[in-house]
């Protein structure tokens, strides 16, 4: 599943390529995806305006129209998002069948298309109000953003939310109530450049090592952008460039591999369903 990283590298890239444009139609080809999408709201909520910039809020992608509409694009399991020039559109335009599992299409005055395709359908597309979006549902519980240049992830912060918890730090990392963003390859690579055990009790981690902790989540995290994100399986940027944060990673998916800090061979455990990766030897 794309992560913090990937979603932000997705930003980048589809910004240069949206950022002016007016979108003209709407075209939605399949609308059952996690949430199912109301074309009717869509599209009206989006044609004929013009794309004012490019945000992300944890793992959402939020596109500001003029006129105080946002659309909102969550990438799921599988999903991707690519523009297309106009000489290509109209070569796909052309074909009796469109793309596999494209589900939703925006077309652009310039006559390029933004398209969204996610084959296990997890994905979410809508749009809100902008001066209400952090009033939302699916926004409003959500914790602090990690890399924010103000009101940013501190060891405070993560100290305070550990306060009268038990449980181990890898599933309270993972807790978007707490800090958005930070899911199971990221935890399991920040919690290693700390030097932290996953089962470690949030009860048992000092203030030295929390803040120690939240400096290496904002490190691992603006390390994967800076590499393009990870590409595990068939992750690509809106300009189909594969991540090569894979290349770096310490811990995760290298179960019986030497540790590359202490040569101990890395562990991997289950936590809360999820595979979580370590070395015995640094972590404690």
Known sequence: MPELPEVEVVRRTLAPHLEGETITRVE?????????????????DA???RILGLRRRAKYLLIDLEGGTTLVIHLGMSGRLAVTDAAAAGSEATNAEPPLHEHLVVHLASGRRLAFRDPRRFGQAFTLPTATLDADRRFRHLGVEPLAAQGGLTGELLERAAAGRRGPVKPFLMDATVVVGV?????SEALFEAGIHPKRSVAR????????????????????IDQGGTTLNDFSDAEGNAGYFQVSLAVYGRE??????????VRRLTQAGRGTFYCPGCQT
Not at 28 to 42: C, G, I, M
Not at 183 to 187: E, F, L, P, R, T
Not at 205 to 224: E, F, G, S
């Open 28 to 44: 939605v080809r399949a609308a059952r995806l996690r949430e199912p999408l109301d074309a009717a709201a869509f599209a009206r």
């Open 205 to 224: 981690i000092a203030a030295q090592r929390w803040q120690r902790l939240a400096a290496a989540v904002r490190d691992v995290l603006q390390r994967a």
């Open 47 to 49: 044609a004929g305006r």
């Open 256 to 265: 019986g591999e030497p540790c590359r800090r202490c040569g101990e061979p």
């Open 183 to 187: 899911g199971n390859i990221y935890a």
